[in-house]
């Protein structure tokens, strides 16, 4: 089977309606990691949906309580084809921001997917039930039409991205040898355009910090000091500042 074949493929899943019909399943379950009210939500997406997709493509599944009590549980899935054979990893993120259902406009819901001519709408679409249900599919496509992937593949889907990722790290490095691979190719975030698929080439990865400017005990008035006393205030504007220019 061609490279042709599997592009097909996955062109009839899109035409026939199968896409939509499952990513409005995804948009259903109300996975808001900010809510802890919803947290048993976070663990049946990963049961009812991700796991019956990726066992059905002969991944061996395994879910993981997060290391970090703060964050929600995690599931990996593998399908090992051969020790002599590249490893790629993927990753997605099912839980979602908050529904703020009150601000959306009459017609639409956080957790119904709605059609409005060449766009859906709902919870998750674009971040990233979307972007992970198109990865899965694809890998899907090309197991239909011949009948392996040429690779290893392990996928990891976490359940607190959008609190910050507690505990992801930690998970990480406590799996080091399940999660090794030689490639990781992830999708998330908006493209540039629209209508043009955007790839970027890499991460430059990010940092958090804090920045803290702790002068003295109390209270003190620069003002009654004749102006002698460091202003924090100032001093961390001026940091910040120095960070980026004007753009």
């Keep these: 089977?061609?490279?042709?074949?599997?592009?097909?493929a996955i062109s009839t899943y899109f035409d026939e309606g199968t896409f939509q019909a499952e990513?409005?399943?995804?948009?259903?379950?109300?996975t808001e990691s900010q809510n802890p009210d919803q947290a048993p939500e976070l663990k049946r997406y990963l049961v009812e949906t991700m796991?019956?997709?990726?066992?059905?493509m002969g991944f061996a599944c395994s879910f993981h309580d997060n290391p970090d009590p703060r964050g929600g549980p995690f599931l990996v899935g593998e399908r090992r084809e051969g020790d002599d054979l590249?490893?790629?990893?993927?990753?997605?993120?099912g839980d979602v921001i908050r529904a703020q259902t009150d601000q959306w406009r009459e017609g639409l819901h956080p957790f119904k997917l709605v059609e409005e001519g060449d766009k859906l709408y709902g919870r998750g679409t674009a971040d990233n039930k979307g972007q992970?249900?198109?990865?899965?599919?694809?890998?899907?496509?090309?197991?239909?039409?011949?009948?392996?992937?040429?690779?290893?593949?392990?996928?990891?889907?976490e359940m607190s991205e959008e609190t910050g990722s507690a505990g992801l790290p930690e998970f990480f490095t406590e799996h080091r040898e399940k999660l090794t691979a030689d490639v990781l190719i992830a999708s998330d975030g908006p493209r540039l355009q629209p209508d043009v698929p955007t790839m970027f080439m890499g991460s430059r990865g990010g940092v958090s910090f804090d920045l803290i400017i702790d002068k003295r005990d109390g209270?003190?008035?620069?003002?009654n000091w004749g102006g002698l006393l460091a202003d924090p205030?100032?001093?961390?504007?001026?940091?910040?500042a120095t960070i980026t220019d004007k753009r």
């Design 1 to 8: 089977m061609t490279r042709d074949s599997a592009i097909e």
């Design 86 to 93: 590249p490893t790629v990893l993927t990753y997605g993120h």
């Design 132 to 157: 992970h249900l198109i990865n899965i599919a694809a890998i899907e496509a090309v197991l239909k039409t011949r009948g392996k992937l040429g690779f290893n593949c392990r996928i990891v889907i």
């Design 23 to 30: 990513l409005a399943n995804l948009v259903s379950y109300e």
């Design 233 to 240: 205030a100032m001093i961390l504007a001026q940091a910040l």
């Design 219 to 223: 209270a003190h008035h620069s003002g």
């Design 51 to 56: 796991e019956p997709l990726l066992t059905a």
